[in-house]
């Protein structure tokens, strides 16, 4: 991207400069006894000898006399400065692109500056200004980086959860381990007990770094796979799996997978979607406890269905479950092994399948999370010779 942009703002410079000659050149006519019918002062932004070609950049561009006034600006620096009408402004809207234009046509000099705007929406904007010729002016090139910094405030904050959530364990094991190594001689019994804490927290550890993984995956997705897989399989794989958590909290588990429920997608990433979901309700269930799943077929889209019995997630709460790291009650989920990623990994997953996933909750009541895909025909039997 940085290369292309390093090709593409000198060319559209250029174009820029090379425009803004002919517009002087117009404007003062072949020579001083015979000037030109002098031009509207504010030309349209339809003129398509002036804009056609740079209304087609991803930049936007500004020309200012050196009075500050627009000179030429096409549709992207319209649209990013909030200009609706088809003639320039007598005045550019934003102060912060006229402060830097004065600094430039003060100074003499390019000026790189990021611009904050909170009009027309709140955007981040790389600016350059810089003298135009000898014609007293200045012209401005505008690049959106609003994406680019909110991906980048999204990776800096995953970062530090991450760290924290890291730091808690590993600082656990080594605080276990030098009681090991305290009590080894004088007390066995409570070397037993600190190393049964060691591999919990091994165990905690461990499974924080694989929902990394997974996640760390699921957000830069390869190309994912278009032949249909059985989802009902899939649910009861993923079902077998968690039944002895289940067994172990004397749980009751009520099966509702239907036999013959298709998608489109990656089975591998469906199977961490429901392990998930199941995995979750069992974890904040008390024991005793029952969890449910349903896979059904509902009109054009494949449900899966996880309700269990548990403690409910708070009204307030149900509109951030699926944040990365997020947790109702940060004590309690550590508590019961939760890494605060499993409902985040959910969403993911559903998301890249086409469809999304829901949450219904009382709290002390339960809570029901709905995964809604879109459904897939199942693929025709091949046909088995009775020729033998």
């Known amino acids: 991207m940085n290369d292309l942009l390093a090709v593409l703002v000198p ?13 002087a050149l117009r404007s003062r006519g072949p020579n001083k006894r015979a000037p030109l019918k002098p031009r509207d002062p504010r030309p349209s932004l339809e003129d398509p000898d002036r804009f056609e070609l740079l209304d087609h950049v991803a930049e936007g561009i500004v020309l200012l006399d050196a009075g500050l006034r627009p000179r030429l600006l096409n549709a ?3 649209r990013m400065l909030g200009i609706q009408t088809s003639a320039l402004p007598t005045r550019l809207p934003s102060q912060e ?19 904050n705007l909170w009009f027309p929406t ?39 959860h991450a760290s924290h959530e890291l730091k808690s364990p590993v600082a656990g094991l080594q605080t276990l381990a030098e009681a090991v190594r305290q009590a080894a001689d004088d007390d066995p019994s409570a070397t037993v007990r600190f190393a049964d804490r060691i591999v919990a927290e091994a165990s905690r550890l461990g499974r924080l ?5 997974d996640l ?3 957000e830069d997705p390869t190309h994912l796979p278009e032949e249909p897989v059985l ?24 099966d509702g997978i239907e036999p013959d429920v298709w998608v489109r997608g990656d089975e591998q990433q ?39 019995t548990g403690m409910g997630i708070p009204t307030e709460s149900q509109g951030r479950v699926f944040e990365r790291f997020y947790r109702v009650d940060r004590a309690r989920s550590r508590d019961r092994g939760g890494t605060g990623l499993g409902l985040a990994i959910v969403k993911h997953v559903a998301e890249l399948h086409g469809g999304r996933v829901e949450v219904e909750s009382e709290l002390g009541q339960g809570s029901v999370f709905t995964a809604t895909l879109p459904a897939h025909p199942a693929p025709e039997q091949p046909v088995t010779s009775l020729a033998g």
């Open 122 to 160: 709140r955007s981040r904007l790389k600016a350059k200004a810089m003298p135009a010729g000898d014609s007293d002016g200045v012209l401005i090139v505008l690049q959106d980086v609003t994406e680019e910094h909110l991906a980048q405030q999204i990776r800096t904050e995953f970062v530090a």
């Open 76 to 78: 992207t620096a319209a």
């Open 270 to 308: 469906l199977g961490l979607m429901i392990r998930n979901l199941l995995e979750n309700a069992i974890r904040y269930t008390s024991d005793g406890g029952r969890v449910s799943i349903d896979v059904t077929n509902e009109a054009s889209s494949a449900v899966v269905r996880v309700a269990d």
């Open 216 to 218: 760390s995956r699921l």
């Open 97 to 115: 692109v006229l402060e830097i234009a004065g600094e430039a046509r003060g100074s003499g000099r390019e000026v790189n500056e990021i611009l």
């Open 209 to 213: 770094i694989g929902d990394l993984l």
């Open 11 to 23: 060319f559209v410079t250029g174009v820029a400069l090379t425009l803004a000659a002919i517009y």
């Open 231 to 254: 989802l009902s399989a899939i649910a009861r794989r993923e079902l077998e799996s968690v039944e002895a958590g289940a067994v172990a909290k004397e749980m009751g588990i009520r």
